[in-house]
């Protein structure tokens, strides 16, 4: 079965510095996501990306957040400057249209220290 | 905004045996979509189940099935012989329909799920 594919799994960084979290999403999907989920707390979403522009963001991706579609295969979530509050699960997930759920990735565990 | 409430933060159920958990919903729209995700200790978010609000025939995925009252707004997960691999985190989900653009999901808070030997 087709599978989204998140690297790395786990990722330490120091607080202040730029973490770009990296995706594969299915081959032939056409809507992408990043979600996030602080440890203990529910899954956020982040923002959606279709035809290559942002379709929708949440509150919780401000300036500090970028994401792109470098080329055909990779869907990549960048924080510039990471703050401790940015420690968290981020989970990338595509759909093939955006009439069902979604496939999700096993996740990006980020800890910002 | 859309809300999903889970006012279960934990269940336990006996294998072989049925539990229920239930999931709340507020929304002001008419067609949308409603799902349930199990989280395992992995942390991957699978797809259990899900259900297309313009139907009124419960969804239902072999040993999982919904219980999906339009009117109360309520989206209950029905697991029948509970098995030990059942045993996770399940998140309510909703979403809307919006025939456009990618819409994210709204998420409750999740019902943590133990399976009693």
């Known amino acids: 079965e087709p599978e989204v594919t998140q690297t790395p799994s786990h990722q330490v960084t120091q607080m202040g510095q730029e973490v770009i979290l990296r995706c594969v999403p299915i081959?032939?999907?056409?809507?992408f996501y990043w979600y996030r989920q602080i440890l203990g707390q529910k899954v956020e979403f982040l923002v959606s990306?279709?035809?290559?522009?942002?379709?929708?963001k949440s509150e919780i991706f401000d300036d500090q957040f970028s994401v792109e579609r470098p080329d055909g295969s990779n869907f990549t979530l960048k924080i510039r400057s990471t703050k401790l509050e940015d420690s968290a699960m981020y989970f990338c997930?595509?759909?093939?249209?955006?009439?069902?759920?979604?496939?999700f990735g096993s996740g990006t565990r980020l800890t910002v220290v | 905004a859309q809300t999903v409430t889970q006012s279960q933060p934990e269940m336990s159920v006996q294998e072989a045996e049925t539990v229920t958990l239930s999931c709340t919903y507020d929304?002001?729209?008419?067609?949308?979509?409603l799902f349930w995700y199990k989280q395992p200790p992995s942390r991957q978010m699978i797809l259990v189940i899900r259900?297309?609000?313009?139907?009124?025939q419960n969804a239902t995925e072999n040993r999982f099935s919904v219980n999906f009252q339009k009117a109360a707004k309520s989206f209950s997960l029905k697991i029948s012989d509970s098995q030990l691999g059942d045993a996770a985190m399940y998140f309510c989900?909703?979403?809307?329909?919006?025939?456009?653009?990618?819409?994210?999901?709204?998420f409750g808070k999740g019902t943590h799920l133990i399976i009693q030997p």
């Open positions: 929304t002001s729209e008419s067609d949308y979509y």
């Open positions: 081959s032939n999907h056409l809507y």
């Open positions: 259900q297309e609000a313009y139907k009124q």
């Open positions: 997930a595509s759909s093939e249209n955006n009439l069902y759920g979604y496939t």
């Open positions: 989900a909703y979403r809307t329909y919006s025939g456009g653009g990618a819409d994210g999901l709204t």
């Open positions: 990306f279709y035809n290559n522009e942002i379709s929708e």
